[in-house]
């Protein structure tokens, strides 16, 4: 093994604070793998909670494994050293389960090159008793595991605090033949056995059936907390490398009830719940041990109930508060103030369209009046710089909706340009401009994604209009990588055979070629109504006919109230 990595891995661990490594020996030892850096996993929050859900088992030991850094990566080339664990450098083989926790389709990417490295079969119908069973988590298991079915032995469709106790109890009994383990696994609310299932299709390529074999559920129910209490989740692990080096995290929230049409976080974390302030204090407390900011984490930061009694908590404790982005017809003058007293010099409004239509269209529940006052309200209380999120390419979307964004965008900077002349001082407005990718498990599954070549054009005219704008300017997702998501999120089973050749270099098309598939035929076909879709093995919950008639709503340009306790629409509150 490479003198080099050891040597970066150990002092890498040593800069750690909170990290859990364990002896060997007379445990169930898990790898618990991010397909993505270092940087990125711990940056997770969802990563680093399950790591210490983990290790909170005295019989089980969970070491880390990262891609390596584009620097290190070449000297695992270079030297043919295995993927090794941080805490211990032990080699991905050598542990009983490979957990695998994914939360964006674009690692995926990623999986080829680190099974390489660990010296694994791709494939499960390659690997026997004589390797690790693995196992994958994370937001990409319950959205739309079937990418994915051909290379994981097994799926945990839910959040880990309620999926790992049951899952790990079975796991003790690895000495059991392969077959037999993951049949008795499948037996396992939330858990997704995909080899235990038969996939047909039809003559137009669409999906016919998947049919389940030898007692597997006929679809598998996605697993959550009912009660937040009864669980933290926070920086357990805190380290200069990372997002969030100068804050600790910590959840006050999980699930949004706005039920804006395209975000599929608002659909597959229903319902909606929230931690007490009572319960907040204490994991607050700790973050403080650590570092004066605390980053607020939830899908609606502002719809806390006790948001401006949490900020004063924090205050109190003389420390500051980070949020990610703000709801702009929550806001208030106090939370703004609480964010300005953290040091805030940038936040993000997320308007998602320019013209009404569309924001009717994707539920988003907003108008004019409301991005404005909230620009205004931001300005006047101090924040030196805004951010705005717009999503383009939203189905019915025409060169109308393209002017209408630009034309709000010229009224946020006429409001923030006056706020800002009265304090002396102008910062700047950023544009974040993103393709709309029609996501599992939301009404706008149906739908098609628009064309690159209309992507590209409607980005070009934006780019013209606001460099025209003084003290603005704005930053565009990758249309490619855009297109790609949208492939990985909502293909079947034949798209897992993708990757190998996506990892060697391979544009998307390309790889597609030598697997003889049509990315358009999962990227930009609009849905027929009665389609299976890949993700239908999966009960997140939410029926598919309050889906399908979200969609018809969107359609009509109808806005549907935000869910609520008990209102038995979606189907969640049962």
């Known amino acids: 093994m490479s003198r080099q990595l050891i040597s970066h891995a150990k002092s890498r661990l040593e800069k750690e604070k909170g990290s859990q490594p364990k002896p060997w020996g007379g445990r169930l030892t898990m790898a618990l793998v991010f397909p993505n850096t270092y940087y990125q996993a711990m940056s997770n929050l969802g990563f680093q909670t ?18 390596p850094d584009p620097a290190d990566l070449k000297e695992h080339e270079k030297t043919g050293t295995v993927l090794f664990s941080l805490e211990s450098q032990r080699p991905l083989a050598d542990f009983d389960v490979v957990a695998f926790s994914i939360c ?25 008793d004589n390797h690790p069973l693995v196992l994958c988590g994370g937001v990409c298991a319950f959205l739309n595991p079937e990418p994915l079915a051909d290379i994981m032995d097994l799926f945990a469709v839910g959040e880990g605090e309620v999926m790992l106790p049951p899952l790990l109890e079975q796991l003790t009994r690895l000495e059991l033949p392969r077959g037999e383990l993951l049949r008795a696994l499948a ?41 937040l209490d009864t669980s933290e989740s926070r920086s357990y692990v805190h380290t200069q490398d990372t997002a969030f080096a100068d804050m600790s995290l910590v959840e006050i929230s999980r699930g949004c009830s706005r039920g804006c049409r395209f ?14 302030l009572q319960s907040l204090l204490p994991q607050i407390e700790q973050g403080l041990c650590e570092h004066r900011k605390i980053g607020l984490v939830g899908a609606a930061v502002s719809d806390y109930s006790a948001i401006d009694d949490l900020n004063r908590e924090i205050f109190e404790r003389e420390g500051q508060v980070s949020v990610a982005s703000l709801r702009m017809d929550s806001l208030t003058a106090d939370e703004v103030h609480a964010l300005r007293e953290s040091g805030h010099r940038t936040l993000a409004l997320a308007p998602e369209a320019g ?49 209408k964004l630009l034309q709000l965008t010229m009224k946020v900077r006429e409001v923030w340009v006056e706020e800002q002349k009265k304090s002396g001082r102008l910062g700047t407005l950023t544009l974040s401009v993103n393709p709309f990718i029609p996501k599992p498990f939301t009404p706008l599954q149906w739908a098609a994604m628009d064309e690159a070549k209309s992507l590209e ?45 996506l990892a060697s270099g391979k544009n998307l098309k390309a790889a597609c070629r030598e697997e003889g598939l049509d990315p358009d035929f999962y990227v930009n076909r609009q849905r027929p109504e009665d389609e299976i879709f890949p993700w239908d093995i999966l009960d997140n919950g939410v029926r598919r006919d309050y889906l399908l008639a979200e969609y ?23």
């Open 355 to 403: 013209s009404q239509r569309l924001r009717d269209l994707i539920n988003k529940g907003i108008n004019e009046e409301h991005i404005l006052a909230a620009a205004r309200l931001l300005a006047a209380g101090g924040i030196l710089n805004l951010k705005l999120y717009f999503l383009i390419g939203l189905p019915t979307e025409e060169q109308d909706d393209i002017d």
């Open 104 to 128: 964006f389709e674009n690692d995926y990417v990623h999986l080829p090159t680190l099974f390489r490295l660990g010296h694994l079969p791709f494939y499960a119908a390659e690997r026997g």
């Open 187 to 227: 037996a396992i609310p939330g858990v997704y056995v995909p080899s235990l299932y038969e996939v047909t299709y039809g003559e137009d390529g669409s999906l016919a059936a998947i049919a389940p074999q030898a007692g597997a559920p006929p679809q598998v129910q996605r697993q959550w907390v009912r009660e």
């Open 552 to 574: 018809h709503r969107g359609q009509e340009g109808k806005l549907s109230s935000p869910c609520s306790p008990g209102c038995r629409r979606c189907g969640i509150c049962k």
């Open 263 to 276: 975000c599929a976080a608002g659909f597959i974390y229903l319902p909606a719940r929230e931690r007490s």
């Open 457 to 501: 054009r409607k980005m070009k005219q934006i780019r013209g209009a606001i460099a025209r704008m003084a003290n603005c300017e704005v930053i565009f997702e990758s249309v490619r990588g855009a297109v790609l998501q949208a492939f990985l999120s909502r293909g079947d089973r034949r798209v897992g055979r993708v990757l190998p050749h």
């Open 50 to 67: 399950v790591y210490h859900l983990l290790n909170s088992h005295d019989d089980i030991l969970c070491e880390r494994f990262f891609l």
